[in-house]
């Protein structure tokens, strides 16, 4: 049985719509409604935000509030490691997808000597870098920069010093870089990327699980094959962007994209993952409760965070 910690993370300033910094007490309320008692279970500790950054001025637009985002990564792979030391597995509710690198990064300082497998379960690649990015938001970077890539390559933009500066400082944080390989990653449900990216999956030969071929081969076939793949991983880490569920029913969400994950093939995935005794760490994001109706994504998003839990708590 693991002992479980929760990382609250109401950060949103990676992301380029408003209001992700609410889902965490979004889905508190949705646990209220279905009467759980799941947020007193467990401990529980809230990360610090800069959030107070959306009223200033952008000072670099191709990596935008870049420094409040490497703040943001000290303080969350702090956490992060601090709790697996402690030996707990850290379950992280996190606003805006910038989180995960921290994430990632603070895997890594805990277990230095691990080689992370990373099962990102998204709409989206987010392998941008402030090189390639169209938008400049860092939520479209945290793998990019996991994986210690610029994508020389396909660059659009030119950086100021200063960006750079903080673009490796964020890179290499945890003094480890690359903090995964590109042979690690598992995109599942991807389905809306660009071609900068493309170019990063296809050079690094990156493993992409489509809606499709989840809904033929189902959840549990799905599962089996990824674990084999990263049978080489000691830990493996899980991300689930709410966006990976199809827009009919993930409107509360910045980034809706149609052709996604029903509610339970995304529920049963991440339970049968959960399953495996080299997952250390589960991060659930992007929910955004502004841009929704009666609370729908926040519930959805709780029953997948309660099930995934319990079979954690089983193991």
């Known amino acids: 049985m693991k002992n479980i910690k929760l990382i609250e993370v109401p950060s949103e300033i990676g992301a380029g719509t408003r209001g992700a910094s609410l889902g965490i007490d979004a889905i508190k309320i949705a646990a209220l409604d279905f009467m759980s008692n799941f947020f007193i279970h467990f401990p ?4 610090p935000t800069e959030n107070k950054l959306l009223y200033e001025p952008i000072e670099s637009p191709y990596a935008k509030r870049i420094k409040g985002i490497v703040t943001m990564y000290e ?3 702090k956490a992060v490691s601090d709790t697996i030391r402690n030996n707990f597995f850290p379950v992280l509710i996190s606003g805006d997808h910038s989180m995960a690198g921290a994430t990632i990064a603070g895997i890594r300082m805990a277990k230095p000597k691990s080689r992370l497998g990373v099962i990102w379960i998204d709409a989206h690649a987010d392998l ?8 400049g938001n860092l939520h479209g ?7 210690n890539e ?5 660059a659009v933009h030119e950086l100021d010093e200063e960006t750079k500066k903080q673009w490796n400082a964020l890179k290499t944080i945890g003094k480890i870089a690359p903090k995964v390989l590109p042979e690690d990653v598992v995109f599942i449900s991807l389905r809306d990327f660009e071609k900068e990216e493309k170019h990063l999956i296809d050079r690094h030969g990156m493993k992409v699980i489509s809606t499709n071929e989840v809904r033929r081969k189902g959840p549990e076939n799905v599962v089996r094959s990824v674990i084999r793949y990263l049978s080489d991983c000691t830990d493996i880490y899980i991300s689930f962007d709410v966006d990976s569920l199809d827009s009919s029913i993930s409107k509360g969400t910045g980034t809706p994209v149609s052709n996604g994950l029903r509610e339970r093939e995304a529920e049963d995935l991440i339970s049968k993952f959960m399953q495996n005794r080299k997952v250390c760490c589960f991060e659930i994001t992007e929910v955004n409760p502004t841009l929704d109706k009666e609370n ?9 965070l309660q099930r995934s839990v319990n079979v954690l708590m089983m193991n």
């Open 44 to 47: 529980s500790e809230k990360v």
């Open 75 to 77: 303080r969350v792979s």
């Open 128 to 135: 941008h870098t402030p090189y390639t990015t169209p938008s």
């Open 141 to 147: 970077m945290p793998l990019a920069l996991s994986i």
């Open 150 to 154: 610029d994508n020389d390559d396909m």
């Open 296 to 304: 729908l994504m926040s519930e959805i998003a709780f029953n997948i």
